[in-house]
């Protein structure tokens, strides 16, 4: 599992968090920031050729 980085939606601080290749390419889950504790709703997208793997948040609200 490849540990990512992540601004936080809401402070901008950066997060880690790890993502489940063996998922789908696709994943959407929420994690909570590690600063500021807001919800962050995380779209990852896994290129399965080339593994790489991009994240965008989005604060849930």
Avoid: W
């Avoid at 920031?33 to 997208?45: A, K, T």
């Amino acid at each position: 599992m490849p540990l990512i980085i992540f601004p936080c939606a809401v402070c901008g601080e950066p997060n880690e968090t790890f993502v489940d290749e063996s998922a789908a390419s696709d994943q959407e889950y929420t994690e909570d920031c590690q600063v500021c504790c807001r919800p962050n709703v995380l779209r990852i997208h896994i290129n399965e050729e080339t593994k790489e793997v991009k994240v965008e948040a989005e604060f849930e609200e």
